[in-house]
């Protein structure tokens, strides 16, 4: 059984798969739980989704090299974060239409600049499914050095992002800066989906974000109690399905993502609170 | 972030100047003009979307009004964090992961300030708001457990945390028992000791008349305001009901029955 554990371990890439998922992990089910709460998961899905031209555009621009990747999907995230934002207060389209429109079309565009490349399968999948086996040095240190940045902001305005979600007229009357705040989030959500793009790939980034959430959301009733528990839940996703998808040869991120799916299902049914099977 | 402006005492608590409202043309307020004093207790009466809610929103400055100016102690609303605004029930998700006391600590973010986590002495007055409106052995109950009196008492305490001076209560009464109402309306009793002004969203036109000092009549203009047997006159509460009522001569008593009574009141538009 140690050995079980141990072997991987010996290998650098393994190595630096784990830490890159347990980060990821936990920052996407910190950040996640406010997307839970606040009804935004259509939105993470359709975000991390229109990074793909970005990075796909900066993937030919770099000759395929790729250690700039991660400055495109930030770039890339943060301004789609707050377009969409801004498109989604337009009152003559609904919102999720609005975002269904742009989402669709900017993957398109992404696809489109990608299949120009030669030979483009390989890298068109590794941008969808994640390659957290190739994750370099400096990958790990960019995601520790962001995904801590936007672990701290959720920190200090704890206080302030609970009560714009829980009752935005309450944080209006507090004199709290609502649009900032909202602006302030929606650029948490891109920092975190560019920094898990290589892990999951802008295909399952949705399920890093809301699974864990979710799954915690039925085990606890306080806000905070609810990130820890998303967050252990996240992060232990990462490394059981990193060892699946070891010693079973299947692809990382959707061992990952199963994984978490897995423990969102077995909590649904069972949990002491409103557990279907609960005794 | 939070500002803290200093209240000019000899101004009128509330000073409401020639407010209008308009949604994509139509008005939901047209040139409302009031004032209210400290300590003051007032129903605001008036038929389903006749602009309560927004005249709340507009007061407390979470809308901007289309033209006419608010005053709250001498200056603008959204200079003061003094006003609390209690939301109906069936806005609220009652599913959102807090319990009481952290609702109510929401109220003292403001008094905190920012970067900022709760102190002793917050506690001490989310326990002591809590103490007001006889909640405070429920202060770590789900909010989803709580009945609609509690719910109702929990958003008073949340404003007595926040330290308002104004309160906006919409429809507090609205689907509460008939003790749990009471109990509601003893608390405003409370609050005027404590010298906070409160203005209530109410249908109840008995109500209105039997625990508040003045009476405001309202269908997107204000049309009386005063004490209640100046204002509930069957005259001008046909102008604001119109069809919608039936007057009931049953030992003098008025009744309004309003046939949209108990709908969604209003619509959303924060």
Same mark, same amino acid.
């Given at each position: 059984m140690l050995?079980?554990?141990?072997?991987?371990?010996?290998?650098? /890439?393994?190595?630096? +798969? @784990? =830490?890159?998922?347990? #980060?990821? $992990?936990?920052?996407?089910?910190?950040?996640?739980t406010?997307?839970?709460?606040?009804?935004?998961? /259509?939105?993470?899905? +359709? @975000? =991390?989704?229109?990074? #793909?031209? $970005?990075?796909?555009?900066?993937?030919?621009?770099?000759?395929?090299?790729?250690?700039?990747?991660?400055?495109?999907?930030?770039?890339? =995230?943060?301004?789609?974060?707050? $377009?969409?934002?801004?498109?989604?207060?337009?009152?003559?389209?609904?919102?999720?239409t609005s975002i269904g429109i742009i989402f669709a079309g900017m993957f398109a565009l992404g696809i489109v600049i990608i299949s120009t490349v030669d030979d483009y399968a390989v890298d068109l999948s590794h941008f969808l499914f994640g390659d957290v086996l190739g994750i370099s040095n400096s990958d790990l240190i960019l995601t520790a050095i962001f995904g801590g940045i936007v672990i701290l902001l959720v920190i200090i305005f704890y206080k302030e992002f609970l009560t714009l979600s829980f009752d935005p007229v309450l944080a209006a009357t507090l004199r709290m800066p609502v649009s900032l705040l909202n602006n302030l989030?929606?650029?948490?959500?891109?920092?975190?989906?560019?920094?898990?793009?290589?892990?999951?790939?802008?295909a399952l980034m949705v399920a890093m974000l809301v699974t864990p959430a979710a799954t915690a959301s039925l085990l606890t009733r306080r806000l905070w109690m609810m990130m820890i528990i998303a967050a252990s839940i996240g992060a232990a996703s990462s490394v059981v399905g990193l060892y699946l998808s070891y010693y079973l040869n299947i692809a990382s991120g959707a061992a990952i993502v199963l994984t978490a799916t897995a423990v969102f299902i077995v909590v649904f049914l069972f949990n002491p609170r409103q557990g279907i099977f609960r005794k | 972030?939070?500002?803290?402006?200093?209240?000019?005492?000899?101004?009128?608590?509330?000073?409401?100047?020639?407010?209008?409202?308009?949604?994509?043309?139509?008005?939901?307020?047209?040139d409302v003009t009031f004032h209210l004093h400290a300590g003051e207790r007032v129903a605001v009466v008036g038929p389903?979307?006749?602009?309560?809610?927004?005249?709340?929103?507009?007061?407390?400055?979470?809308?901007?009004?289309?033209?006419?100016?608010?005053?709250?102690?001498?200056?603008?609303?959204?200079?003061?964090?003094?006003?609390?605004?209690?939301?109906?029930?069936?806005h609220v998700d009652w599913n959102f992961p807090v319990n009481v006391a952290d609702v109510v600590m929401m109220g003292r973010s403001a008094v905190m300030g920012a970067f900022r986590w709760p102190t002793k002495r917050d506690w001490s007055h989310v326990h002591d708001a809590l103490d007001t409106v006889e909640i405070r052995d429920l202060a770590k109950r789900q909010i989803s457990e709580l009945s609609g009196g509690q719910q109702q008492r929990m958003f008073i305490a949340?404003?007595?945390?926040?330290?308002?001076?104004l309160m906006l209560m919409d429809e507090p009464l609205t689907g509460l028992d008939i003790p749990a109402q009471e109990g509601i309306l003893n608390l405003l009793d409370k609050l005027q000791k404590q010298n906070v002004t409160v203005m209530v969203a109410?249908?109840?036109?008995?109500?209105?008349?039997?625990?508040?000092?003045?009476?405001?009549?309202?269908?997107?203009?204000?049309?009386g305001f005063g004490e209640s047997k100046e204002v509930l006159k069957p005259e001008t509460l046909m102008q604001a009901y119109g069809n919608r009522m039936r007057l009931l001569d049953a030992n003098g008593n008025l009744m309004t029955l309003d046939d949209a009574c108990c709908g969604e009141e209003e619509h959303d538009h924060a």
């Open positions: 050995d079980w554990l141990l072997e991987p371990l010996s290998y650098d /890439f393994m190595l630096r +798969a @784990l =830490a890159a998922g347990i #980060l990821v $992990g936990i920052v996407c089910a910190v950040i996640g406010y997307v839970v709460l606040r009804g935004m998961a /259509f939105f993470g899905d +359709a @975000l =991390a989704h229109t990074v #793909l031209p $970005g990075v796909a555009l900066g993937y030919m621009v770099n000759n395929g090299a790729r250690d700039p990747l991660f400055w495109w999907a930030l770039g890339t =995230a943060v301004l789609a974060s707050l $377009g969409i934002g801004a498109i989604s207060k337009n009152a003559r389209i609904k919102e999720d989030l929606l650029v948490l959500i891109a920092v975190t989906v560019a920094v898990s793009m290589q892990m999951v790939g802008v | 972030m939070y500002p803290h402006t200093h209240h000019q005492t000899n101004q009128p608590i509330l000073d409401v100047q020639n407010l209008s409202m308009r949604y994509d043309g139509q008005f939901a307020l047209e389903n979307g006749a602009g309560k809610s927004t005249l709340f929103k507009v007061v407390a400055g979470v809308l901007a009004p289309t033209s006419g100016t608010v005053t709250v102690s001498g200056s603008r609303p959204t200079s003061h964090v003094c006003i609390g605004y209690v939301p109906q029930r069936a949340r404003s007595l945390a926040q330290q308002a001076e109410t249908h109840d036109l008995d109500q209105a008349e039997k625990y508040f000092d003045r009476v405001m009549l309202l269908n997107h203009k204000l049309l």
